[in-house]
């Protein structure tokens, strides 16, 4: 495979052009032949933008986390959230609205010792009801190291009345409230390669 800037019917090449190439995969009979992994069909959620958020590459999309280089799960950064009890709260600058053909959210998590818990909140506010409307799920840290989570959405429970998986306001994650154990042991956990699992 070769790529070229110059011939082939190119023209003549900018100076100024730079081209990044990222993700590489390729595809046999609707297989992607490095991971055996059926391909999903694109969806307006799959561009540029949404992958490198979903991928923690630029930490500025998030509230209550930085980037981390240290040995990241996938690509140069991870999203870090260090000190659990100082920083309670991350969020989402920006999130896919329209999950409605999505069944969990999958994503990689480092812990520096296992313990402790953080709620995963997904926000739907309905202005017919009074207070935040949303959908949580509990999720344990009992490991060290990287570790995949998926997070079901047909778990997922019901706080209030939310509009519903198709108006989604943004996601949230707490380390305290939302049902869980007190705790004073601050934790440093680093997020990467988020992805949404469609039905």
Same mark, same amino acid.
């Given at each position: 495979?070769?790529?070229?800037?110059?011939?082939? *019917?190119? *023209?003549?090449?900018?100076?100024?052009?730079?081209?990044?190439?990222?993700?590489?995969?390729?595809?046999?009979? *609707?297989?992607?032949?490095? /991971?055996? +992994?059926?391909?999903?069909?694109?969806?307006? /959620?799959?561009?540029?933008?949404?992958?490198?958020?979903?991928?923690?590459?630029?930490?500025? @999309?998030?509230?209550?986390? %930085?980037?981390?280089?240290?040995?990241?799960?996938?690509?140069?950064?991870? =999203?870090? &959230?260090?000190?659990?009890?100082?920083?309670?709260? !991350?969020? %989402?600058?920006?999130?896919?609205?329209?999950?409605?053909?999505?069944?969990?959210?999958?994503?990689?998590?480092?812990? @520096?010792?296992?313990?402790?818990?953080?709620?995963?909140?997904?926000?739907?506010?309905?202005?017919?009801?009074?207070?935040?409307?949303?959908? $949580?799920?509990? !999720?344990?840290? $009992? &490991?060290?190291?990287? +570790?995949?989570?998926? !997070?079901?959405?047909?778990?997922?429970?019901?706080?209030? @009345?939310?509009?519903?998986? =198709?108006?989604?306001?943004?996601? +949230?994650?707490?380390?305290? %409230?939302? *049902?869980?154990?007190?705790?004073?042991?601050?934790?440093? &956990?680093?997020?990467?390669?988020?992805?949404? !699992?469609?039905?």
């Amino acid at each position: 495979l070769t790529f070229a800037s110059t011939g082939y *019917g190119t *023209g003549t090449p900018s100076d100024e052009t730079e081209l990044v190439l990222d993700e590489m995969e390729a595809y046999s009979a *609707g297989k992607a032949l490095e /991971t055996g +992994k059926a391909a999903a069909p694109k969806t307006a /959620t799959d561009d540029h933008a949404t992958a490198r958020f979903l991928g923690f590459e630029d930490a500025s @999309n998030w509230t209550g986390l %930085s980037a981390d280089s240290v040995e990241p799960r996938e690509g140069l950064l991870s =999203g870090k &959230w260090d000190d659990t009890v100082t920083t309670t709260r !991350v969020s %989402s600058r920006q999130f896919p609205s329209d999950l409605s053909d999505v069944k969990a959210l999958r994503f990689w998590l480092h812990s @520096n010792a296992a313990g402790g818990a953080f709620a995963f909140i997904l926000l739907s506010e309905n202005d017919q009801t009074e207070g935040p409307d949303y959908y $949580t799920a509990t !999720v344990p840290v $009992t &490991w060290t190291g990287w +570790k995949q989570v998926s !997070v079901d959405f047909r778990d997922l429970k019901r706080t209030r @009345n939310p509009i519903g998986f =198709g108006s989604i306001d943004g996601l +949230k994650m707490a380390s305290d %409230s939302y *049902g869980l154990p007190e705790t004073r042991t601050a934790y440093t &956990w680093k997020f990467d390669g988020m992805e949404l !699992v469609r039905e």
